[in-house]
């Protein structure tokens, strides 16, 4: 084994950087090569010095990097708090798979029914969507209930975001199927105010229950009123205005309910 | 002279007609309090309603100097000031342990970055986690879990520490280092810490309150507590007729709290334990005269 | 009575089954001379600083591509080295790229006399780099010394990758030239 070292002087000189190439490349081969060498060289760099960048490398690997379209959210100006929050609630990457799931249950099932059966299947399914993709974005979070109660972030804020993220995901991608949908088309609008509807009941919901529990009965209510509906052969009618003004003044009753659950302090997700 | 950190007045809490806690009023200074009490005894109650998890149903309960039965921007301010560990908490699944407290400072409103981390690896270094930071909490065991959901508490510099049960799943050698760091912060803040397991009170406590059916049974010194049963424990060849409880000690003597000793008993040094069982059953014999 | 300590290689190991302790007596065995070595390299020190936390956290990701044999420390400078040049690419004015870059700025060739004294080892090869003009010691150093390619080396040195390839044949003929009568010599 060769026992040259780099001499104390040569190493000041490379640090100091006034070798010339052929110098540094000798010492940079045999660094390489050497432990005993490297350790040296270990001691020449001041300890916080690599005590900062340990740091930097410890949060790297943390596992604490947001996805890509939350990191993509971030440069377009999402403050990176309220990427952690969305990245715990799974409030992006929940609602994308359940719209995606959705959208090609639609569009196969959709070529299945025809007709007055299509309006019925897509009536059930594409309102249900935005509602329970806001649950599911408590559901993630839902074991650290008794905990996040305790905090003091705005939980109604939380909740605005939470929703918005959803909604924004599973929107787009539902009405883009229903317009395609050669049954519904523009009639893919009618279920908007539905949408809202059951979204708002949904969070006020979640503002008593779990969300397991809370998209169970969304579900279930749903359900019961589509096959209401077909029962009294009045599925066309759902796009018709007086079924449109009967969910808006829901949607008005929830939204007034909610106001109130949050002015005594009851916000989706626990005690405020 | 030591601050006040919450304070409880009439504070009462029912549960669907039931009454899980009596009309109570509580002062909490710095420290390390006990809330010591069988299952079912209201002290999960008591430190829910401090956490601001859930409201009384009636009293006024004040923590950091806010009045958290008032305003919701009281409330807000004095979540800032307090940290909680519930008794069962349930970790999202795919978390990371970093990952993890890293949400949950940002609930506590951890708004810079880096500040943030910083905080976090702080954390998990004092309950000897840093190495599991990267691991999913659901590949943790009960005890790791435990110290993490013992870390989010340790976060920043709270006034009011509620911890609820911490010792569960820890060995001897993790609580005794748990003693060291609540003991940090009990001194600029309260610790209160509940549990049913009188060596807790021993090993981490400076004052206690004894907690049974909603009702205050003790509330002083560990020393005070412990002088309570002074005279009434012995050790002899046998259990002592009357006694509250015994048991066989090491030598293989037993122990007797209460009861008339025999000649060949002799007294002995009451632990936490034999002055909780006294002080116990002393105030169910009083609520049973005065039925 | 102590276990022996690991070697680099098992660290590696270690690391790919997620043992972090022997991520950090990585790091402390390596980060220092890693960290001079890149600022031999580029004079910002935050875009090295930030290169040498980027190798790291790409060792923790990826310890289990290192193939046993093989000299650690040469895989991890390559590494480095790479992050340094995807940084300095990333670095939207290109001016101030490269006048970050030292690359070969040796200052002053040293003397025969310096170098016995301090008993420098590189024999013909850094005589014969010596005799190079400074842009094609800047190319030999990125290519024959730190082992990029001529595209990586094109990338670090702000050049076009032709030039580049120019460059390092023309070193390497002007280096054959220097050492073939030397070797020549030796033997005949």
Known sequence: ?272 | MTKTTALLTGVTKSYGGTEVLHATDLTFGTGVIGLLGPNGAGKTTLIRLLATAMPPTSGRIVVAGHTITGAIAERAAARRRLSYLPQEIGFPRRMTAFGFLDYIAVLKEWKDTDERHREVLRVLGLMNLADMRTKRVSSLSGGQRRRLAIAQALMGQPDLVLLDEPTTGLDPEQRASLRGILSSYAAEGSVLLATHQTDDVSALCDRVIILDQGLIHFDGSVVDLIAKARGQVWIGPETNPGALSSWRTGSGEIRSVGGVPSSASRPTEPAVEDAYLFVRHQNLDSVGDSR | MSTLARTDGQLLQDIAAGDEAAFRMLYERHAGWLLLRLKRRCGNADLVAGALQDTFVAVWKSADKFRGDGDVAAWLWGISIRQLVSALRRRRDPDAASADLIAAASPAVQSAEDELMLGVEHGDLGWALRTLSPELRATVQATLIDGLSTREAAQLLGLPQGTVKTRLRTAKQQLRERLIPVLDGRFS
């Open chain 1, 1 to 272: 084994m060769n026992e040259w070292h780099v001499a104390d002087e040569l190493v000041a000189m490379y640090v100091a950087g006034t070798l010339d190439l052929a110098a540094q490349s000798s010492v940079e081969t045999h660094v390489t090569q050497c432990e005993a060498c490297r350790v040296r060289a270990n001691d020449l760099v001041p300890k916080p010095e690599l005590d900062e960048i340990w740091q930097q490398v410890v949060v790297g690997t943390a596992g604490a990097e947001l996805p890509r379209p939350l990191r993509v959210a971030a440069r377009l100006g999402l403050p990176d708090a309220d990427g952690v929050i969305l990245r715990a609630s799974s409030a992006l990457h929940r609602p994308w798979l359940m719209s995606v799931a959705g959208a090609l249950l639609f569009a196969i099932l959709g070529t299945w029914f025809t007709g007055e059966d299509q309006r019925l299947f897509y009536l059930l399914l594409a309102p249900l969507l935005p509602a329970l993709t806001v649950t599911s974005t408590y559901d993630a979070t839902d074991p650290v209930r008794e905990l996040t109660a305790s905090t003091s972030c705005n939980k109604l804020r939380i909740a605005l975001l939470r929703t918005v993220a959803a909604v924004s995901v599973a929107l787009p991608l539902v009405l883009v199927v229903g317009l395609i949908l050669p049954g519904i088309g523009m009639q893919a609008f009618a279920w908007l105010l539905p949408s809202l509807a059951l979204t708002l009941l949904a969070l006020n919901l979640l503002t008593w229950l779990n969300a397991s529990t809370t998209a169970g009965v969304i579900t279930i209510l749903w359900l019961g009123f589509v096959l209401a509906l077909r029962a009294g052969d009045a599925v066309s009618a759902a796009a018709g205005l007086e079924v449109q003004l009967a969910f808006t003044a829901g949607a008005t009753v929830a939204a007034v309910v909610l106001v109130v659950r949050l002015t005594s302090h009851h916000a989706p997700g626990g005690y405020s």
